[in-house]
């Protein structure tokens, strides 16, 4: 056995290995504003519910390991000090991620995400339209645990009102764990499905999908393609060119002779198929045919 002190690792070491260690974990969906009321949205999995009455859950977004910077909804909860912690169900899993890359001051994340925003009844923070389990919640307090790159800071939250889709409960009002769907996070790319088990998702790219706000309206309001299957398409950093489209048409011209004059909902289960195997690109080649 290898052993070490947390001293004797880096930080981006030690903080590998305990997200592959302690794992799976709950999601925090969370959502919040900034003082101006402009929205931010992230997930978090330093998260878990500590307390029934009162009802509190508490989550900790992590000063970033790389330059030591805060986040986002860090800032927005000191600011207003209120959140809405939005559950993550498997339908919505690629899009939660693709909303997790590090976007820039003002940027939206649900549109980038193709997120729905819910006006909440007791709290300034916009409910996740998509998620089955929507807590408004008003901070009781923040709990600094350092100065430094990877240092947590304890959102402790008290939930003043719960939103529960009619979909997951049971004949008694409980929640059927299996409806739920819930996904929790692991180390790297890993995530675990209630149902299922493990299974990965390829991390947002460094340098910012597009997005499904940049998405030609055929694809963002797609009747075919699903919120996860948006989340993958989103995550790339540029859209094929007219010339490469046209490249591809040519080369599988043989397989698919006549796409080029098919439809949108043809198109749409095509470039469907194409994601079941992880191709992006192919994907977006039919798409934009």
Not at 228 to 242: A, H, I, K, Q, W
């Amino acid at each position: 056995m290898i052993s070490y002190e947390p001293k004797e690792l880096s930080t981006g070491k030690l903080h590998g290995y305990l997200l592959s260690a302690v794992a799976p974990r709950p999601i925090a969906f969370a959502s919040t504003v900034d003082a101006d009321g402009n929205p931010n949205l992230a997930p978090f999995s330093f998260f878990n519910v500590f307390s029934a009455n009162p009802p509190i859950l508490i989550f900790s977004p992590a000063r970033r390991v790389r330059d030591n910077t805060t986040k986002h909804t860090l800032e927005n909860i000191l600011a207003t000090k209120e959140v809405v912690i939005n559950v993550v169900s498997f339908d919505m899993v690629h899009q939660t991620s693709l909303s997790s890359t590090e976007y820039p001051l003002g940027v939206n994340e649900f549109e980038k995400a193709g997120f729905s925003m819910l006006k909440s009844d007791l709290v300034k923070p916009f409910r996740v339209a998509e998620s089955p389990v929507q807590l408004e919640c008003k901070v009781n307090d923040v709990i600094h645990l350092g100065t430094e790159g990877g240092a947590g800071n304890l959102i402790i939250c008290e939930v003043v009102k719960l939103h529960l889709e009619e979909d997951i409960l049971d004949e008694n009002d409980q929640i059927n764990q299996e409806k739920l769907d819930l996904v929790a996070r692991a180390g790297g790319s890993y995530y675990s499905r209630a149902k299922n088990g493990f299974f990965e998702i390829p991390k947002p790219l460094s340098t910012l999908g597009i997005g499904v706000d940049q998405m030609p309206d055929h694809v963002k309001n797609s009747m075919i393609l699903t919120g996860n299957e948006l989340g993958m398409l989103g995550n790339v950093e540029s859209l094929p060119t007219p010339e490469a489209v046209q490249e591809f048409l040519e080369a599988v011209s043989e397989h698919h002779p006549n796409i080029k004059e098919a439809n949108h909902r043809k198109k749409h289960k095509l470039a469907k198929n194409y994601l079941s195997f992880g191709d992006l690109d192919s994907a977006w080649k039919i798409l934009l045919s």
